[in-house]
C-alpha cells in the first residue's frame, strides 16, 4: 500500500451523543454518519485532559501534558517543539491546518511544520473571521464553519498531487456560544427530552460535582441564549434589542414563583418575548434552547463534512485517503445539569472518533479497544512509513483498525484536569483512570502551580469509583463500599502503573489511602 493521504477533521466540543451514528437520537449528521458507515465507529477513545488547549498538544505531539508542558488554557505551544506534522513533512507529506488553532499567536506559538495554515486567533468568531494566515492578518467573510470547509477543499484540489498531503481540518464550532448559521433556524423545534441524568442531584459524590459553576439551569448567560432583558420589568416598558449590558451574565434563575409575574426574557435575534409561570418552565426553556442552538451549529459542521468527503470522491482519491472524525474533547449537553467539559465523567471523557480507510477498516465496524488522543500522532507515522520517535507516549493503533487488537493493548484511558477552580467554572482538578468497567477519579482540589488556576488554604480531597456496568449513569459513588474494595485496590494499581509510565507524579500516596478505607 502507497503512503496514505491523511484528513484530520475536528470539530470543537462536539459530543458523541450529538451524533447519529453513536444511536442517541437526538439529532441526525448524515454525512458524519458516513464515515462510520464506511469504515469504523470507536466506542471508546478518550481524551487525557478535557479542554481545548491542551487537548491539541497531546494529539500534535503524542504526549501527555506534563511533558508537552500545555496543562491548561493559559499555557501556550512551545512551536519549537517537534510534533506530527513535522515529522510528516521531513518524510515528503505536504502538511496544511485550516482553522481553529488555540495554542497561542505569536512567533513563539503560532504554528510550524505546516506548508500551510489559516487558524483562527484565539477561539475565533463565528461570523466575518480575522483569520491569520501563514503570519499574515485577514478578514475573510461569511460563515466561519463554511469558510474553514472552502479553504480545506481549496488547498485540496491545489495541492502536490504528485505528494502524499496531511490536512488537520479544525472546525470553531460547535463552541460556546454555539452561533448557528440562519438558514438553520428552524430545525429542531420539536421538544428535545431531559437526558435521564439531568436531575442529578450530586448527592454521595464528590464536592467537585455540586460545586462546579456549569448547570444549564442557572450558568447560561443571555449570549449562551440568545437573549437580552429589558430596561424595565414592568409591563408596558419600552426594551432594547441592542441592551448589551449584560451578555456575559448569567440568565437569573428566579426561586419564587411571586417573582415570576414580571420576569421575562426577549430573543436577541427577533424581539420575541418569553414569560414563565415557574422554575420548570423556565428550566425547560433554558435546556430547549441551549439544544437548539447547539445541534443548529452541529449541521453546519455536518455538512461540510459531506463536501469535504464529495471532494475526496471528485479528486478520485478516497481510496487511498485515511479520513478522521472527531472533536477535541467531548460535552455535557444537560447530563448531570451540565452543559460544558473539563470533567472525567464520561460524556466529557469520551471523544468521538469515527474513520474510514479502505482496505484497512472494514465498513460498518464498531471498535471497542481503548483509544486516547495521544495514539492519534503514532498512528499517523505508522502509516506513512516514518519512525515513530521515542519521545511519543502514545500507541500506533494500526493493528486494532486493522482488526487485530494485540492482546498488550491497552485496557485503560488515563485523564488529568489541570486547572484548579478556575474562574469561570470553579471546576476541580483531578485525574483518574478507567478501563471497560470501572472509572477511579482522585479530586486533589490544588493548583499545583497550573497557570489559571487557583489554590485554597484547604481543600477537601474526594475519591470516586463508578461502575460502569451496574452505574452506565455515574450517579453512585461506590468507593467506601466494601463490596468493591477489590476493585478499589486493582484500579488504584492501574492508576499507579499508568501514571509511573507516562512520568506524571501522582498526589496521594496509595497505601495511606487503602490504610484508612480499612
Same mark, same amino acid.
Not at 497531546?58 to 508537552?68: F, P, Q, R, W
Given at each position: 500500500?502507497?503512503?496514505?493521504?491523511?484528513?484530520?477533521?475536528?470539530?470543537?466540543?462536539?459530543?458523541?451523543?450529538?451524533?447519529?451514528?453513536?444511536?442517541?437520537?437526538?439529532?441526525?449528521?448524515?454525512?458524519?454518519?458516513?464515515?462510520?458507515?464506511? *469504515?469504523?465507529?470507536?466506542?471508546?477513545?478518550?481524551?487525557?485532559?478535557?479542554?481545548?488547549?491542551?487537548?491539541?498538544?497531546?494529539?500534535?505531539? *503524542?504526549?501527555? !501534558?506534563?511533558?508537552?508542558?500545555?496543562?491548561?488554557?493559559?499555557?501556550? $505551544?512551545?512551536?519549537?517543539? &517537534?510534533?506530527?506534522?513535522?515529522?510528516?513533512?521531513?518524510?515528503?507529506?505536504?502538511?496544511?491546518?485550516?482553522?481553529?488553532?488555540?495554542?497561542?499567536?505569536? &512567533?513563539?506559538?503560532?504554528?510550524?511544520?505546516?506548508?500551510?495554515?489559516?487558524?483562527?486567533?484565539?477561539?475565533?468568531?463565528?461570523?466575518?473571521?480575522?483569520?491569520?494566515?501563514?503570519?499574515? !492578518?485577514?478578514?475573510?467573510?461569511?460563515?466561519?464553519?463554511?469558510?474553514?470547509?472552502?479553504?480545506?477543499?481549496?488547498?485540496?484540489?491545489?495541492?502536490?498531487?504528485?505528494?502524499?498531503?496531511?490536512?488537520?481540518?479544525?472546525?470553531?464550532?460547535?463552541?460556546?456560544?454555539?452561533?448557528?448559521?440562519?438558514?438553520?433556524?428552524?430545525?429542531?423545534?420539536?421538544?428535545? %427530552?431531559?437526558?435521564?441524568?439531568?436531575?442529578?442531584?450530586?448527592?454521595?459524590?464528590?464536592?467537585?460535582?455540586?460545586?462546579?459553576?456549569?448547570?444549564?439551569?442557572?450558568?447560561?448567560?443571555?449570549?449562551?441564549?440568545?437573549?437580552?432583558?429589558?430596561?424595565?420589568?414592568?409591563?408596558?416598558?419600552?426594551?432594547?434589542?441592542?441592551?448589551?449590558?449584560?451578555?456575559?451574565?448569567?440568565?437569573?434563575? %428566579?426561586?419564587?414563583?411571586?417573582?415570576?409575574?414580571?420576569?421575562?426574557?426577549?430573543?436577541?435575534?427577533?424581539?420575541?418575548?418569553?414569560?414563565?409561570?415557574?422554575?420548570?418552565?423556565?428550566?425547560?426553556?433554558?435546556?430547549?434552547?441551549?439544544?437548539?442552538?447547539?445541534?443548529?451549529?452541529?449541521?453546519?459542521?455536518?455538512?461540510?463534512? *459531506?463536501?469535504?468527503?464529495?471532494?475526496?470522491?471528485?479528486?478520485?482519491?478516497?481510496?487511498?485517503?485515511?479520513?478522521?472524525?472527531?472533536?477535541?474533547?467531548?460535552?455535557?449537553?444537560?447530563?448531570?445539569?451540565?452543559?460544558?467539559?473539563?470533567?472525567?465523567?464520561?460524556?466529557?471523557?469520551?471523544?468521538?472518533?469515527?474513520?474510514?480507510? &479502505?482496505?484497512?477498516?472494514?465498513?460498518?465496524?464498531?471498535? !471497542?479497544?481503548?483509544?486516547?488522543?495521544?495514539?492519534?500522532?503514532?498512528?499517523?507515522?505508522?502509516?506513512?512509513?516514518?519512525?515513530?520517535?521515542?519521545?511519543?507516549?502514545?500507541?500506533?493503533?494500526?493493528?486494532?483498525?486493522?482488526?487485530?487488537?494485540?492482546?498488550?493493548?491497552?485496557?485503560?484511558?488515563?485523564?488529568?484536569?489541570?486547572?484548579?477552580?478556575?474562574?469561570?467554572?470553579?471546576?476541580?482538578?483531578?485525574?483518574?483512570?478507567?478501563?471497560?468497567?470501572?472509572?477511579?477519579?482522585?479530586?486533589?482540589?490544588?493548583?499545583?502551580?497550573?497557570?489559571?488556576?487557583?489554590?485554597?488554604?484547604?481543600?477537601?480531597?474526594?475519591?470516586?469509583? $463508578?461502575?460502569?456496568?451496574?452505574?452506565?449513569?455515574?450517579?453512585?459513588?461506590?468507593?467506601?463500599?466494601?463490596?468493591?474494595?477489590?476493585?478499589?485496590?486493582?484500579?488504584? *494499581?492501574?492508576?499507579?502503573?499508568?501514571?509511573?509510565?507516562?512520568?506524571?507524579? %501522582?498526589?496521594?500516596?496509595? !497505601?495511606?489511602?487503602?490504610?484508612?478505607?480499612?
Amino acid at each position: 500500500m502507497s503512503r496514505p493521504n491523511i484528513l484530520f477533521i475536528m470539530s470543537d466540543d462536539h459530543a458523541a451523543q450529538a451524533i447519529s451514528a453513536y444511536g442517541y437520537g437526538i439529532n441526525q449528521t448524515p454525512n458524519i454518519d458516513r464515515i462510520a458507515e464506511n *469504515g469504523a465507529r470507536f466506542d471508546h477513545c478518550y481524551v487525557t485532559n478535557s479542554i481545548c488547549t491542551p487537548s491539541r498538544a497531546a494529539i500534535l505531539t *503524542g504526549t501527555y !501534558n506534563h511533558v508537552n508542558g500545555v496543562t491548561s488554557l493559559a499555557t501556550g $505551544f512551545n512551536n519549537r517543539m &517537534p510534533h506530527v506534522a513535522k515529522h510528516l513533512q521531513n518524510e515528503g507529506y505536504q502538511t496544511a491546518i485550516v482553522g481553529k488553532w488555540h495554542l497561542h499567536e505569536g &512567533p513563539q506559538h503560532c504554528p510550524t511544520g505546516f506548508d500551510f495554515w489559516s487558524v483562527l486567533p484565539g477561539q475565533g468568531e463565528y461570523f466575518d473571521p480575522n483569520m491569520i494566515e501563514n503570519g499574515s !492578518n485577514i478578514t475573510e467573510k461569511g460563515y466561519t464553519t463554511d469558510i474553514i470547509t472552502h479553504k480545506t477543499v481549496d488547498w485540496i484540489k491545489n495541492r502536490n498531487k504528485n505528494q502524499p498531503f496531511f490536512m488537520m481540518c479544525h472546525h470553531k464550532a460547535p463552541h460556546r456560544s454555539w452561533e448557528y448559521h440562519p438558514k438553520n433556524e428552524d430545525l429542531y423545534t420539536d421538544e428535545i %427530552p431531559y437526558p435521564d441524568s439531568f436531575e442529578d442531584d450530586y448527592s454521595d459524590r464528590a464536592k467537585a460535582a455540586k460545586e462546579a459553576r456549569m448547570r444549564v439551569e442557572s450558568d447560561m448567560t443571555y449570549q449562551d441564549l440568545d437573549l437580552v432583558q429589558p430596561y424595565y420589568p414592568s409591563e408596558g416598558q419600552r426594551y432594547s434589542l441592542s441592551n448589551r449590558r449584560t451578555p456575559h451574565m448569567m440568565v437569573p434563575f %428566579p426561586e419564587s414563583e411571586d417573582q415570576y409575574k414580571n420576569f421575562k426574557l426577549i430573543c436577541s435575534r427577533t424581539g420575541e418575548i418569553f414569560t414563565f409561570k415557574n422554575q420548570e418552565g423556565l428550566k425547560k426553556f433554558k435546556y430547549q434552547r441551549y439544544m437548539q442552538k447547539y445541534l443548529r451549529t452541529v449541521a453546519s459542521v455536518d455538512e461540510s463534512v *459531506g463536501t469535504l468527503l464529495d471532494t475526496l470522491d471528485e479528486e478520485g482519491i478516497t481510496e487511498n485517503t485515511m479520513v478522521i472524525y472527531t472533536s477535541d474533547q467531548g460535552f455535557f449537553l444537560g447530563e448531570h445539569g451540565w452543559f460544558d467539559k473539563r470533567f472525567i465523567y464520561e460524556e466529557s471523557f469520551r471523544m468521538p472518533f469515527l474513520i474510514q480507510f &479502505p482496505g484497512v477498516v472494514e465498513p460498518g465496524t464498531t471498535v !471497542n479497544s481503548m483509544l486516547s488522543n495521544v495514539d492519534f500522532a503514532p498512528t499517523w507515522l505508522d502509516f506513512a512509513k516514518a519512525p515513530i520517535p521515542s519521545y511519543m507516549q502514545g500507541n500506533s493503533m494500526r493493528s486494532v483498525l486493522e482488526g487485530n487488537e494485540p492482546e498488550s493493548w491497552q485496557k485503560t484511558a488515563y485523564h488529568r484536569y489541570w486547572m484548579n477552580q478556575d474562574h469561570n467554572h470553579n471546576a476541580y482538578a483531578h485525574y483518574g483512570i478507567r478501563d471497560h468497567r470501572y472509572k477511579l477519579i482522585y479530586w486533589y482540589n490544588e493548583a499545583c502551580d497550573t497557570p489559571g488556576s487557583q489554590s485554597s488554604d484547604f481543600q477537601e480531597k474526594d475519591w470516586e469509583l $463508578f461502575d460502569t456496568q451496574e452505574d452506565p449513569l455515574e450517579l453512585f459513588n461506590c468507593f467506601k463500599d466494601p463490596k468493591k474494595r477489590d476493585a478499589v485496590e486493582r484500579m488504584m *494499581g492501574l492508576l499507579d502503573q499508568k501514571m509511573a509510565e507516562i512520568g506524571d507524579i %501522582p498526589e496521594h500516596q496509595t !497505601n495511606y489511602v487503602l490504610q484508612k478505607l480499612s
